[in-house]
């Protein structure tokens, strides 16, 4: 096997041209030096440099094991390199509502990732009622999250707009029991739509749970169901239904926050956050609709 201390001798007494300057180079003696080599050449079975009292040239086996060592010790440099920047490197656990992931990723988090390079950003995606709930179980360092509530502990991002809505030339809400298409269990919009069904309105039947807003959409343009749809993702092959008119739950506006985990903080996530922030700032009233 060949050990790099070896190699860098070997190298050190080729770039010098002399055992003594390479000895005064890599704060050895010429004898400590001299017997490195030896035990090099005794390890390849073959002889590596002539000395005279020129200095030294190198063999033909030599040559060929010093292209050899040049790559051996720039790579275990470079290995050694990279351990240490995984070792200082700095994770943060972001949480982003499944439906609105893309937005985040096309705008802040990218950006981010550019920008910070010596921080590692991991994502993960879920419905904002279990990135909350995983959030206070140390899962997370922050989430964004909608609610139907003010944010107590949290940052408020943007308030947002959904409407029950329909197939433009359907029939699905006019059904005895009406076909919803809704987020799964631990969704706010969801959680709203059971909290303010009363008995007086008509049965639910959710014939689609998913956490696919595209899903949703669908769903509904092909007049399978009825579904609570934010304002901006609203198209013309759907129509807005009165929940009134049509007796349905009322929905409330619903707003998107960040969260930190308390005992996360650190200045970059503070700068995360203030990006984040500042991408939603920088929006006109109509783009944040369309966040």
Known sequence: MLKLELLESFIAVVECGNVSKAAERICRTQSA?????KKLEETVGQSL???????VQ?????ETLLNYAYKMVQLNAQAMGDLKESQNKQTIRLGVPTDYINRYLQSSLMEFIREFTNIELSIDTDVSGNLYKRLHQGEFDAVVATHWQQPVNGELLFERKFHWVA??????HQRPTVPMALYPENCPIRAQVFANHQMSMRPI????????????????????AVAPIAEFRINDKMQILDPIEHGLPILPTFNEAVYVNPEAHSEAINQLIALIKANVEKLSPAQVEDF
């Open 58 to 62: 190198m063999t033909e086996a030599g």
């Open 33 to 37: 030096l001299s017997l490195q080599i």
């Open 205 to 224: 039947n959710v014939l689609l749970s998913t956490p696919s807003p595209q899903a949703l959409c669908l769903a509904v343009e092909n007049d399978l």
């Open 49 to 55: 440099l002539l000395r005279d009292n020129k200095g």
């Open 167 to 172: 197939a433009s030339q359907g029939n699905a």
